[in-house]
């Protein structure tokens, strides 16, 4: 089942402020450019601009993450902060993928180094937009990003905006984890939280967020199972989900326990939550990876979706409603396909619909199929 798919917050250890002992191990010079404000933190490092910056950079050694917006637009210039704009999303995401513990003003913005989190951009020039950049405006930006990740050696570096690594790398990127590296530092491209982007929905904006405070968590994936129960009318047996943040439909299934194979495991999902048993799982057709920091001890779920085919039946859950109820179970019930395909509902995976359309349709695929999330 979506077990722990719920909110319980990223690791408060990850990115905790360093102790004054652990300043002093670091030495006098480190430890005072992550004492100092982030415009003396990048003087102290060594990486500054030509063109100074309205905004100071967020800056400070063995960071977890440090964001790269495009360039200063002019409400963020006035404000002297990163994302100032009222309708720029950056900091809802922020705290929506768990990278900060509540919703923090552009204002507190020196309060994300405790988070082991920094800020900067790609250019420092203010523009109304960022389409008023010139090529100009990001020479020198691949150098002084192989700077930052050289001399601060932060684990990641997640560039808000395709625009933003094109500018600094001449080269256009898919949204997601680069093959580029800068030394150990990994690099991800994430969607643009400019209210110009404001095209691109909610919902896919947060995945690409919660997908990289997965992986910046430094922990792995959890192996997990998933059964597309179809009835033989094509119905297709789902669960709804009820988390703080939204509802979410999906197919039974969980994680595996200790030393437990998959097919053993979709046999005792199924019978916990909807009471089935006595079937063979058919082929292993589907897998899913999906990086979110919402699972103690877990960067997120690895899953194998496998196809069962079954008689219609009411479920009947071997698990007491009290048990269901803390798993965040509220509700399961049989969907035809034209009800799927007409459903504004939030599905997992996310495309379900197109999914289970063409699997009724053209049957399993012969090698199991990346869903994506």
């Known amino acids: 089942m979506l077990r722990l798919e719920r909110r319980h917050g990223a690791d408060s250890g990850a990115g905790a402020a360093p102790s004054s002992r652990r300043l002093k191990s670091l030495g006098r010079a ?7 404000s982030p415009r003396r933190a990048r003087a102290r490092s060594g990486i500054a601009s030509s063109t100074p910056s309205a905004i100071p950079d967020v800056l400070g050694p063995g960071l977890r993450i440090v964001f790269c917006g495009i360039n200063p637009g002019r409400v ?18 922020l705290h929506a993928a768990g990278f900060t513990p509540r919703l923090f003003d552009p204002s507190e913005q020196e309060q994300l180094l405790g988070h082991g989190i920094g800020v900067t951009n790609a250019a420092y020039r203010t523009t109304p937009g960022s389409g008023d950049l010139r090529r100009v405006d990001f020479s020198g930006s691949a150098e002084r990003l192989e700077r930052l990740a050289h001399d601060l050696r932060p684990g990641w570096i997640g560039f808000v905006g395709k625009e933003a690594y094109r500018g600094a790398f001449n080269e256009r990127p898919e949204l997601g984890l680069q093959e580029r590296t800068l030394g150990e530092t990994k690099l991800f491209v994430l969607p643009s939280t400019s209210p110009a982007n404001a095209a691109v929905p909610w919902l896919e904006r947060e995945r690409w967020f919660q997908e990289l405070a997965g992986r910046a968590s430094g922990l792995p994936l959890r192996h997990a199972v998933r059964a597309i129960v179809l009835d033989p009318a094509d119905r297709i047996l789902l669960v709804r989900f009820e988390w703080p943040d939204k509802t979410v439909w ?37 897998t899913r990876e999906h990086w979110f920091p919402e699972m103690a001890g877990w960067g997120g779920q690895a899953e194998r979706h496998y196809l069962v085919r079954t008689a219609a039946f009411d479920p009947a859950p071997e698990w007491t ?11 399961q019930r049989w969907w035809t396909l034209d009800e799927l395909e007409a459903s504004d ?7 379900l619909p197109e999914l289970v359309r063409d699997l009724v349709e053209t049957g399993p695929p012969p090698e199991p199929l990346d869903v994506g999330v």
Do not use: Y
Not at 255 to 269: K, N, Y
Not at 345 to 351: E, K, Q, V
């Open 76 to 93: 963020s210039a006035a404000a002297g902060a990163h994302f100032a704009n009222p309708r720029n999303d950056f900091w809802r995401l």
């Open 321 to 331: 409603a009290e048990e269901l109820r803390a798993e965040g179970i509220a509700e």
């Open 250 to 286: 999906a197919p039974p299934g969980g994680g595996l326990e200790a030393d437990e194979t998959h097919e053993l495991a979709i046999v005792r999902e199924l019978a916990e939550e909807s009471g089935l048993r006595d079937f063979e799982p058919r082929p292993w057709i589907w």
């Open 345 to 351: 509902a939030i599905f997992s995976p996310r495309r």
């Open 30 to 36: 480190t430890a005072a450019v992550l004492r100092a």
